[in-house]
């Protein structure tokens, strides 16, 4: 559960009943997030209800904007305000930081809630799911991205969005945009991405990469179900087969899978938010043969409530065995959903463990 109330924490059938009875008590206290409309809501919107199961709940509504969630502007849950004074703190913290052109430091954004620095960075980290750096810096990609959206030129775009010099943005720029400013200034249309395909135990294996690095990793069942997933991954751009060019990563995953080396290291060229690259270099850390629960991830990186965040990310890893979310299981060892077929997940687990 993402949501701590007054030193403890409420369930999601609390939450939910809350929510089914639009409780005027639940005020402030929580929003609810619809996977299948991108939407989050006050827990008394008088909108139709949705299905429990496309259901989630954060404890503020950046939480809800940093996953990737839309206001509803029926009950226009960005202005509730927090019955918890604790919840009030970090709202008013995100403002801060949202507002300002250089963002506090964390012992600033401590001493006005009235906190140490490091129990307002552990309340900012379980309520958000990231720390205040790292939503600082979400929040500066977010704007970059929606100056270029809006078609400005890159240079506009990057002093609009508060980054002090071109060198810095590009130098992360792979990280959060995938590709170029300029690229995905014209939404990624003309980008040129390579592929390569083998034959594997674990069925038909598709390595895509731009210039810059690989960008998908995909497994399927044949070529032809590999290509229609790369169409879908990158539906603007150019897509051309160079197995000559992928040679060399494409036999460095090969070896992987083969046993014949414990780690890939591939340049890559991959769209992360912060919380989702946080994760991802955690599952990078898990030894080959080993297993880490969606718990376990959360609690490294301090954020023990973000478990469904962490499955989120897991489930949006572009780059299937390179970033292995394979070796993520539920708490009691049983495996959990994988993007490329759980028999698949259960196959690469038993010969990593083997090998």
Known sequence: MDMPFGGSLMSDDAAWRQVLDRDPAAAGAFVYAVTSTHIYCRPTCPSRRPRRE?????????????????????????????????????????????????????????????????????????????????????????????????GEEVTSALYGAGYGSASRLYEKADAYLGMTPATYR???????????????????????????????????DDAVEALADLAAEFPKAQRLPDPEGLGEALQAILRHIAGQSPHIDLPLDIRATAFQRQVWDKLRQIPRGETRSYTDIAAALGAPQSVRAVARACASNPVAIVIPCHRVVRQNGDLAGYRWGLDRKRQLLAHERNS
């Open 54 to 150: 496309n259901v989630r709940f954060y404890a503020v509504p950046e939480a809800a904007e940093q996953a990737g969630y839309r206001p509803c502007k029926r009950c226009r849950p960005e202005a509730a305000v927090p019955a918890d004074p604790r919840l009030a703190a970090v709202r008013r913290a995100c403002r801060r930081i949202e507002q300002s052109e250089n963002p506090p430091g964390l012992e600033t954004l401590a001493a006005e809630a009235g906190l140490s620095p490091f129990h307002f960075q552990r309340l900012f980290k379980q309520t958000v799911g990231i720390s205040p750096k790292h939503y600082a810096d979400a929040r500066r990609q977010a704007r970059l991205r929606h100056h270029l959206q809006k």
């Open 186 to 220: 014209k939404g990624g249309a003309g980008a040129l991405i390579r592929y390569a395909m083998s034959d594997t135990p674990l069925g038909q294996l598709c390595v895509a990469a731009t210039e810059r690095g690989v960008c998908a990793v995909l497994l399927a």
